[in-house]
C-alpha cells in the first residue's frame, strides 16, 4: 500500500477503506509518512469530504493509536459530556455533581484550556488544594466508591490527533467538518465512555459561527458516535453571548457552586438541565426528558448535588469548605466597574472580544507557557435584552492589575448598547 495512491484516491473523491485510513494514522503516527503527504491528504479530505463510515474509520484509529481507558471496572453505564467550547462555560462543574447525585457514574478526563479561560482542570485548581493528578485506580475506585471523580488526561492520549492537529494549524484545514468531528470524537471514545452527549455551541463566541456549520458538526458527530457502538446525541446551544455572568476560573467555581444551590443563572441553570436530562436517558436512569429533569432538579434543591461536589473536592484533596464559603476561592485586588457610555438595552454582546478582555486579564493562555490568573475575569452585570442606564455597571473586572484599560475599552466597544429592545437570542437551537 503507498500513501500517493490513497492521496489520488481522496483527491478524486473516492471512498476509503478501514485499511487505508489506518494505514495512514499509523504511517503518519510512527513517521514513515511525510508531513507533505499527510498535508495533502488532509487537504484532500478538506474538498472532498468523508462519508459517515470513512469518518469512523478515521476517528477509531486515531482514538487507539495510543493509550485507551478501560472504564468497564466502574458500575452501569458511563455518560460523558463534550462542549465544543466558548465564554463562561462552566457546565461540567455543574453536570458533574448533578448527574453523579442521580446515581449516574460520572468518570471525567479533562484537559486545561489555551484561550480565554483556564479548563476544567484548571477551574478545579481554583480550589484550594485540589489535584487531577490520580491514578487510573484511584479513578476507578472513587467512581465506584462516590460516583464521581475528574482526572487529567493521559499524556498519549491519541497521539495521532495532536500530531494531525498541529499540521491542521499549518495548512489551512482546521475548518474541516470530518477532520474537527474525528479530532474530538477520537479522544471521547479513548476515555471509554459507553455514551456521549454533545453540547455544540453556535454564534460569535463560538468555533462554529453559523448554525448550519454548527448543525453539520453535530451530526458529523452523532454520526461518528454511533458508527462505532457509542450511544451519541447532540444538542446545538447558544454562544452568541457569554453563558452566565462569570467569565474566569474561580469566578466561574463560584457560579458553579451558586448553580448548584439553585441561585444561578437561568441560561447556565436551564443548560445544564436540558444536557443532564440527556445524559440520564443514555444511562437508562430515566425514560422520559420530564422524568430526567425532575431527578435533576430535586438534586439540586435537597442539596445531594452540593454535597457530592464538596465530596469530589475533599477525595481529591481540596478545601471542601468552598462550597460553604466562596470566598475561600482566589480573590483578585481589584475590581473595576466597566460603566455604559448610553442609556438603552443591551442589544449585542461580542462573546468572543468579551473571552479576549478576560484573557488580557490573566484568566486565559494566549500560549501553552502561559501561567492563568485563577483570581481574575469578568462577571457581566447585564445580558442581551436588558435595560441600563447611563453610568450604570456593564460589567466588573476582576483584576490583580490596577490599570486595565485594553480590557475596559474592548467591553465598552463589544457590549453594544441600542435604543431599542433586542430579544435575547434562544438559548437552545436543536434537540
Not at 267 to 275: I, M, P, R, S
Not at 291 to 308: F, H, I, K, P, S
Not at 363 to 368: D, F, H, L
Amino acid at each position: 500500500m503507498r500513501m500517493v495512491d490513497i492521496i489520488e484516491k481522496k483527491r478524486d473523491g473516492e471512498e476509503l477503506s478501514k485499511q487505508e485510513i489506518e494505514f495512514f494514522v499509523t504511517g503518519y503516527t510512527d513517521g514513515t509518512i511525510p508531513d507533505y503527504q499527510a498535508s495533502a491528504f488532509l487537504m484532500a479530505i478538506y474538498f472532498r469530504k468523508m462519508t459517515a463510515e470513512e469518518q469512523g474509520h478515521l476517528t477509531m484509529a486515531m482514538s487507539e493509536s495510543g493509550d485507551q481507558i478501560d472504564l468497564s471496572a466502574i458500575e452501569g453505564v458511563k455518560v460523558d459530556k463534550h462542549s465544543t467550547g466558548g465564554v463562561g462555560d462552566t457546565t461540567t462543574l455543574i453536570l458533574a455533581p448533578l448527574v453523579a447525585a442521580c446515581g449516574v457514574p460520572v468518570a471525567k478526563m479533562s484537559g486545561r484550556g489555551l484561550g480565554h479561560t483556564g479548563g476544567t482542570l484548571d477551574k478545579l485548581e481554583a480550589i484550594e488544594g485540589f489535584h487531577v493528578e490520580i491514578s487510573t485506580e484511584q479513578f476507578i475506585q472513587q467512581v465506584n466508591d462516590l460516583k464521581i471523580a475528574v482526572i487529567g488526561q493521559s499524556g498519549n492520549l491519541t497521539p495521532a490527533d495532536k500530531k494531525l492537529y498541529a499540521l491542521r494549524d499549518v495548512t489551512a484545514t482546521v475548518n474541516s467538518i470530518p477532520l474537527i468531528a474525528s479530532s474530538i470524537m477520537s479522544k471521547k471514545l479513548a476515555a471509554g465512555a459507553d455514551a456521549i452527549v454533545l453540547d455544540v455551541k453556535t454564534g460569535a463566541g463560538a468555533f462554529m459561527k453559523t448554525l448550519e456549520d454548527s448543525k453539520q458538526l453535530a451530526d458529523a458527530m452523532t454520526a461518528i458516535g454511533n458508527e462505532v457502538g457509542r450511544n451519541t446525541s447532540a444538542v446545538i446551544s447558544d454562544m452568541s453571548q457569554p453563558l452566565g455572568f462569570a467569565i474566569g476560573n474561580a469566578l466561574e467555581v463560584k457560579e458553579a457552586i451558586d448553580t448548584l444551590k439553585g441561585k444561578g443563572p437561568a441560561d447556565l441553570t436551564e443548560l445544564c438541565l436540558v444536557l443532564g436530562s440527556k445524559m440520564l436517558l443514555a444511562a437508562n436512569k430515566a425514560k422520559t426528558e420530564e422524568d430526567a429533569r425532575a431527578q435533576l432538579q430535586t438534586v439540586m434543591e435537597n442539596g445531594d448535588a452540593l454535597r457530592l461536589f464538596g465530596s469530589l473536592i475533599k477525595a481529591q484533596g481540596g478545601n471542601a469548605d468552598v462550597v460553604d464559603n466562596t470566598s475561600l476561592l482566589p480573590q483578585a485586588r481589584y475590581q473595576i466597574e466597566v460603566p455604559a457610555v448610553k442609556s438603552g438595552y443591551v442589544s449585542a454582546i461580542d462573546a468572543d472580544e468579551v473571552g479576549v478582555a478576560a484573557m488580557l486579564l490573566g484568566a486565559g493562555r494566549a500560549t501553552k507557557e502561559d501561567v492563568i490568573d485563577l483570581a481574575v475575569g469578568i462577571v457581566l452585570c447585564k445580558k442581551i435584552g436588558d435595560y441600563v442606564e447611563k453610568g450604570e455597571a456593564l460589567a466588573i473586572l476582576h483584576t490583580n492589575k490596577q490599570h486595565a484599560e485594553d480590557s475596559i475599552n474592548l467591553l465598552k466597544e463589544h457590549m453594544h448598547i441600542s435604543s431599542e429592545k433586542t430579544a435575547a437570542p434562544p438559548l437552545i437551537y436543536s434537540l
